[in-house]
T-cell receptor, first 113, second 113 residues
Framework: TQLLEQSPQFLSIQEGENLTVYCNSS?????LQWYRQEPGEGPVLLVT?????EVKKLKRLTFQFGDARKDSSLHITAAQPGDTGLYLC?????????????FGRGTQLTVWP | EADIYQTPRYLVIGTGKKITLECSQT?????MYWYQQDPGMELHLIHY???????EKGDLSSESTVSRIRTEHFPLTLESARPSHTSQYLC????????????FGSGTRLTVV
C-alpha cells in the first residue's frame, strides 16, 4: 500500500515556466519533507514542513503543508535546467515505533533550455 | 566535513556470490537505514538501526543482513546474490525526531548476473 501519492509522475517543461507538483496521503504526518535526487546520487533534503498550513520559500521553490497535515505541494517559479531531477516527498510517522519516513515514488522533472 | 559514504558505487557480481555493501557516517548519528530503490518505485526500507547492537528488518522482505558494531558503520551483507537483488541500495542516517531529515549516501548500484 502506497502511503504517499505524488503527481505528476513525469513533468517535462521549458526553461522559464512555472510548475507545481503534489504529494497526497490519507494519513496525517508529524512533518513532511521534500528531497531532490540527481542521477547516480542519493536524495538531498530541500525542506521540512511541520505545521499545518505552513509555507516555506527556498529561492524559487515554495513548499506548502496542507492544513490537515496530509498533503503538500512544491511550486517552482521560472524553472531552470539545474532544477532537473527526481523530487521525492516523505512523511514522518511518529505513530510507528521507529518514528520513520515514508517516501512517495517521486516526480521526475526535466527542464529544457 | 560531516558526510555519509557508501562503497562500492557500482558492483557487478555473479549469482551465488557473497557481497557486503559498506556504509559509514561521520556525523555521530544513532539512527541509520538501508533503502532499496528501483525506477518508478518508492524507496523501500529494508533494514534500520537505532544504535550500536540494535538492528531491525524494515518493510521489504530481504535476504540481506546488517550489523552495527560501531556507531559510524552499518554494512549490509547478501550471503548469496541472485538476479532479483539487482537494484540501487541507499544508506542514510539521521538525528532522532520529525524535524530532521535524512542524510543519504550516493548509493551502490548492484547488478547480479
Amino acid at each position: 500500500t502506497q502511503l504517499l501519492e505524488q503527481s505528476p509522475q513525469f513533468l517535462s517543461i521549458q526553461e522559464g515556466e512555472n510548475l507545481t507538483v503534489y504529494c497526497n496521503s490519507s494519513s496525517v504526518f508529524s512533518s513532511l519533507q521534500w528531497y531532490r535526487q540527481e542521477p547516480g546520487e542519493g536524495p538531498v533534503l530541500l525542506v521540512t514542513v511541520v505545521t499545518g498550513g505552513e509555507v516555506k520559500k527556498l529561492k524559487r521553490l515554495t513548499f506548502q503543508f496542507g492544513d490537515a497535515r496530509k498533503d503538500s505541494s512544491l511550486h517552482i517559479t521560472a524553472a531552470q535546467p539545474g532544477d532537473t531531477g527526481l523530487y521525492l516527498c516523505a512523511g514522518f510517522d511518529r505513530g510507528s515505533t521507529l518514528g520513520r519516513l515514508y517516501f512517495g515514488r517521486g516526480t521526475q522533472l526535466t527542464v529544457w533550455p | 566535513e560531516a558526510d555519509i559514504y557508501q562503497t562500492p558505487r557500482y558492483l557487478v557480481i555473479g549469482t551465488g556470490k557473497k557481497i557486503t555493501l559498506e556504509c559509514s557516517q561521520t556525523m555521530g548519528h544513532d539512527k541509520m537505514y538501508w533503502y532499496q530503490q528501483d525506477p518508478g518505485m518508492e524507496l523501500h526500507l529494508i533494514h534500520y538501526s537505532y544504535g550500536v547492537n540494535s538492528t531491525e528488518k524494515g518493510d521489504l522482505s530481504s535476504e540481506s543482513t546488517v550489523s552495527r558494531i560501531r556507531t559510524e558503520h552499518f554494512p549490509l551483507t547478501l550471503e548469496s546474490a541472485r538476479p532479483s537483488h539487482t537494484s540501487q541500495y541507499l544508506c542514510a542516517s539521521s538525528p532522532p525526531g520529525p524535524l530532521y531529515g535524512y542524510t543519504f549516501g550516493s548509493g551502490t548500484r548492484l547488478t547480479v548476473v
